[in-house]
């Protein structure tokens, strides 16, 4: 009976309740956007360097990761249960090695990362970023795939034969020929600038290092939760080695990430506190207008809790009205972002940031969480700009309230 | 008064403005004392790392401070690898694969032939009495002790050189090298001095990174000749690659 009555006083003030309901569908439709759209950024932001380059977990001889020093390997054919682990999608050994890079008056100083084509892929996602040429081949015996800005610097096109120099593991200058496979161009500067993909078994004899690598990267399921992974896998490792997450190898970049859950709630809260104040006031007048009303319905008998409970569900039933509205916009408008987003290269750059790159492109990512968090927070906002006005219809004397004007 | 603080002022800059010619010219000759007009020279380099060891035989040129050609005799597997330096410039070949690289100013601080000498010492060597400001900071009968700091203007990497030389004959001791923080990162120190081909030189020199005692480079001269017949034409690429 209270739901009837309920549903019956929100309609019959059809311009009132619209212009409510269409603040808080806007306004519960465009959070749910722009936190998609946040959480896009900040993926691909952990996708440039992880998905790019570092995996989202990566085991390597102790320290390794902190100075890259050439004799902290370990041989390749150990056995670690951690490749098997069924969180683990894909995995990549490496070795890596810095040097210099040089066409014909050109040169620069580079990374190779000596990679299993086939492998590398699982992991690192470089091969959907070439600009031209092909991604190394399992067969090739000393393609590369450079980074765009490099191939600028050299002046080298898919084809063009390189010489890369360096320090092998005995001492010895370790150079030989390289040839261009494919340029890949990810907006990251640090690695369109100066990394160079290379066939492991090539970087392995030039630097003397038969068998050996510096890490293996391993991709994950949940990269969010890459480092409870990490955690469970330490225990299989030989004491040598170590298993570090992104987390541990970008300290900024968890730190943007923690930074942002902070400031996902701080946009909750004050859009919610704006759309709060605007549903209170619609009750406040939807209840003062309504006074001889509820001196009416006292006087017929209804008890003040039940014209409070009356008032509440008046709300209630607005917020969820407006949540199945505003969810489904904004889950709409999301998915409009996620598929077509908008492209904002022309006219700005990418920009890296903590490690991460962010690409000048607006685009949604879809999480329970984005969702979640504003249908929520609306329920809770309604009830509260709901109590209020309840209260007071509640409190009313009946005859007060009949004899008002 | 004003005459005293005149006088004071003149005995403080006394020493300084008089002899800062001089001990850039001091410099300069120790800095050149392998080079002399030209020269040809066989070494042997034995590097030690924490991890290997390695002895290179070489042969070099030089004429005058700006050229300097320097070819690896043995082991076999290096055999025919060369270094070219003319003017700031510096060149790698590598026989294996028959190409000659130029050295980026971004890799100058960068390990020569694996060793702790820099490409910048190659290159930069030649001009610390130009680059630096310097002062004597000790002399008795048998050395002087002079502190060069770079001057503002200069694009240099140390931000400090202390020269140990002997007087008579004046060949360097030591020299000590310090980064900007004034933390000494590596030290050279000679021995070996023989009279040679009409100079007296040190004929050994070893290079001490600090922070790697374990480590070292040692150049040894085996065969020296001094103001030999070499034109500025004989350091050209083509004779970087060994052809006559």
Known sequence: MLWQLALRNIWRNRRRTLLTLSAMVISSALLILCLGVFSGMLKDMLASATEQYFGHLVISAKGYQDDRDMFANFPADLD??????????????????????????????????????????????????????????????????????????????????????????????????????????????????????????????????????????LRVEQPRQAAILAGQLTGGMPPELEVLDWGQMLPEMKEVVASYDVSRMIIVTILYIATGLGILNTFFMSVLERTREFGVLMAVGMRPGQIRLMVLLETLAMGLISLIFGVGLGVLLSLYMAFVGIDLSGSLTPITYAGGTILPRLHAVLETANILVPAVVLLLVCLLAGFLPANRAARMQPVVAIREE | MPILRCFLLFLLLYPATVSAFDLAELIRKVEQQYNGDSSEIELEMTIKTGHWERQLKMESWSLGRERFLVRILAPAKEKGVATLKVDREVWNYLPKVDRVIRIPPSMMGGAWMGSHITNDDLVKANHIDEDYDFTLLEEDERRWVIEGIPKPEAAVIWGKIIYRLQKEPLVPIEVEYFDEEDVLVRRIVFDDVQAVSGRTIPLRMQVLPVEKPEEKTIMHYRKVKFDIDLQEEYFSLGRLKGRR
């Not at chain 1, 098997?84 to 490496?94: A, E, F, M, W």
């Not at chain 1, 996602?125 to 399992?138: F, K, M, N, P, T």
């Not at chain 1, 001492?171 to 340029?183: A, T, W, Y």
């Open chain 1, 80 to 217: 670690l249960p951690a490749l098997r682990h069924p969180q683990v999608t894909g995995y990549s050994p490496r070795l890596r090695s810095f040097g210099l890079l040089s066409f014909a008056n050109n040169s620069a100083p580079v990374e190779l990362l000596g990679i299993r084509p086939q492998h590398e892929q699982q992991v690192t996602s470089l091969q959907d970023h070439l600009q031209s040429g092909r991604y190394l081949r399992e067969e090739e015996r000393n393609g590369a795939v450079i980074g765009a800005g490099l191939a600028k610097r050299l002046a080298v096109q898919p084809g063009d034969e390189l010489v890369f120099v360096t320090q092998a593991a005995d001492g010895s200058i370790g150079n030989d020929l390289l040839q261009v496979s494919g340029i890949f161009s990810t907006g990251d500067q640090g690695h369109d600038n100066s990394l160079v993909l290379v066939p492991l078994g090539w970087l392995q004899q030039l630097l003397v290092l038969p068998g050996k690598l510096h890490e293996i990267s």
